[in-house]
């Protein structure tokens, strides 16, 4: 909304008792707000500039009609500046709104697809489908822990069914990473984690028995239009034993 300051207030109610206006609604725009929109602006100046120049007409014979025509010209040159002026800040300043809640949106659907993946790393580790497991990782991606560490989608599914073995269960191996806390950084089409995760597995008489308590030090990529883990840390907080 354009604001903009009324006129003094002899002159604006000389105006508004003219285009028929009640003394309350002048005095409550004037006294109590002191502003209006652009559209009432527009309707006020209109009106306005009728005003004037049925007031004017009564000069029309003067000098050849010349002096109506300056000062009406001059009028209208004054109102049309006082009209637009104020449009011109509104329109620039819409603009970078759009742009900051575009950018807010878009790192809350960045968070979200980055969640997905690391819970997407946790299924596919359990359901020991290391070949899904693998193509999480970037072309450069790197996968480390105290297991062993591996480049590369090939080489990270080698390293893991070597020493694990690639054996897709949809239903589950009867273990479980519980991921948590994760917390989310991102910067542009790179990003960062740190995210708790419990390794639970079934004890002796298979009830579920928590072995291992660590997080995991991620990085991420955008690659090809989709978020990737260029590295990822799987530290041990609390070891079996520990």
């Not at 006294?31 to 500039?49: A, H, V, W």
């Not at 759009?98 to 819970?119: F, G, H, K, P, W």
Request: charged content about 20%; some cysteine; proline content about 5%.
């Amino acid at each position: 909304m354009g604001i903009f300051t009324l006129p003094p207030l002899n002159l604006h109610r000389r105006i508004c008792r003219k285009q028929g206006i009640p003394d309350d609604y002048w005095h409550k725009v004037y006294c109590s707000e002191n502003f209006c929109s652009k559209d009432q602006q527009g309707l006020y100046y209109r009106n306005t500039l009728n005003q004037f120049i049925q007031t004017l007409s009564a000069v029309q014979g003067v000098d050849g009609g010349r002096a109506l025509k300056s000062i009406t010209a001059t009028l209208m040159t004054c109102m049309l500046s006082a009209l637009l002026v104020p449009l011109l800040p509104a329109a620039t300043a819409a603009e970078p709104s759009l742009q900051t809640l575009a950018a807010r949106v878009q790192v809350l659907e960045d968070r979200e697809s980055i969640r997905n993946l690391i819970l997407a790393y946790g299924t596919a580790h359990d359901n020991r489908d290391y070949r899904t497991f693998a193509n999480l990782f970037a072309r450069e991606g790197e996968w480390v822990s105290g297991m062993g560490s591996a480049k590369g989608p090939d080489a990270i599914f080698k390293l893991m069914d070597g020493m694990i073995g690639h054996n897709p269960m949809p239903e589950g191996s009867g273990t479980y990473h519980l991921l948590s806390n994760e917390n989310i950084a991102i910067d542009g089409n790179y990003a960062s984690a740190v995210t708790k995760w419990v390794y639970i597995t079934p004890d002796a008489n298979g009830a579920p028995a928590v072995t291992i308590l660590g997080h995991y030090n991620d990085l991420f990529i955008r690659e090809a239009g989709q978020w990737k883990f260029l590295r990822l840390e799987a530290p041990m907080d609390l070891p079996a034993g520990g």
